[in-house]
């Protein structure tokens, strides 16, 4: 255990994805196509058709074979809409074509409508300067027959999902879901829908999580609300190491008496790192009760939020397999002054005007609406100080999704 300094956010972050690594889900499932969005691609996806499939019009025109051409007007031989085979181009004539459509055997350039001229007699004028190839799109533009197009790994969203119909697939392979149990700790939390009660709060990370999760493609097991007694701490996560990939639980990890989730599992189970060198969300406790690892989030909803998006989120799809976990960040002008170096990594939750970061007014790590006033997170490194203007790495919260 690091006890001070506290450990910087690279190190835990590695420390996680090693975790990930040492533990990768290894089994997979066929879903079909309209069912794998937000999962992990099990295996490469390798095309089984060249595409195009055969060269096709990019515009609404005429087809001709330049190298036969003498400049002269041609006659139009056939009409070749989208979705027909077409016949080989007859030579010493041109054929009607629409975009989309295959370009006849024999023409190597389409002329768009708008710069030919239709004589009486019925045959075309091609009136600018023509290139070969101009206007096709070749077989095989996009991709051939045989490549890997989405390599194991890959997550699926909507463009991935479409590059897979465009294959003509209706099925995926895919990683399980990880199962995740989510417990939250506190004898002050209610679930909505109980009626208030004095010195209580309703449980709002529990929302958040399991929504969140959902996104990452992981399967959530609701462990409920766990009061903050050590005995039914211990025999709680004993029974849920049955089942699950990992334990994410929010609250009880920071030094308070009645923190009993880290004291347990600093005791019974094997903590691997405390306290981090982030703000908000210092208490993070990372371990394992028996094989099971354990993500132990601080209970402050900003906190919590921070920590998962920025290290358990990494965590969960590199378990699924993806590499490249981390968020893109893009440098933003900031629209604040940020005088005072600090010692932790702060993120702040800000919203993009006018291009320039503006800060929530009310960056307290147990405010939760600021992160839905907020389009993302201003991240500032321990030791640096900022002018109005500076620029700063801002990652979307759309990323973290
Ligand atoms: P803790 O990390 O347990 O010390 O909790 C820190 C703060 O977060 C306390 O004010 C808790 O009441 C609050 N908190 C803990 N868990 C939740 C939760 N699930 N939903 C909303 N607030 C919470
Ligand atoms: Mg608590």
Known sequence: MSQNPLMPVEEALASLLAMADAQRLPESETLAVDQARQRVL???????????PWPNSAMDG????????????????QTVFAGQPGAPLQPG?????FTGAPVPEGADCVEMQENVELLEDGRVRFTQALKTGQNIRPQGQENRAGEVLLQAGKRLGPF???VAAAQGCTELQVVRRPRVALLSTGDELLEPGTPMRPGCIYNSNRTLLRHWLDALGCEVIDAGILPDRPQHTRLR????QHGADLILTTGGVSAGDADCLGQVLRDSGRPLFWKLAIKPGKPLTVGYFGQV?????????????VTFGLLARAYLLRLQG?????????EVPVAFAWPKAGKRREYLRARLENGRAVLYPNQSSGVLLGASWADGLVEIVEGRTLQAGDRAPFIPFSELF
């Open 62 to 77: 005429y087809a001709l074979n330049l190298q036969h051409w003498d400049g002269a007007p041609l006659p139009v031989a």
């Open 293 to 305: 690892p354990v993500i132990g989030l601080p209970g402050n909803p900003a906190s919590a939020l």
């Open 160 to 162: 991935e999902l479409a």
């Open 322 to 330: 993806v590499q490249e976990v981390a968020p893109l960040s893009v």
């Open 237 to 240: 996560l004993e029974q849920l």
């Open 93 to 97: 004539s041109c054929a009607r074509i």
């Open 42 to 52: 099990a295996t490469d996806l390798v095309a089984t058709l060249d595409l195009p």
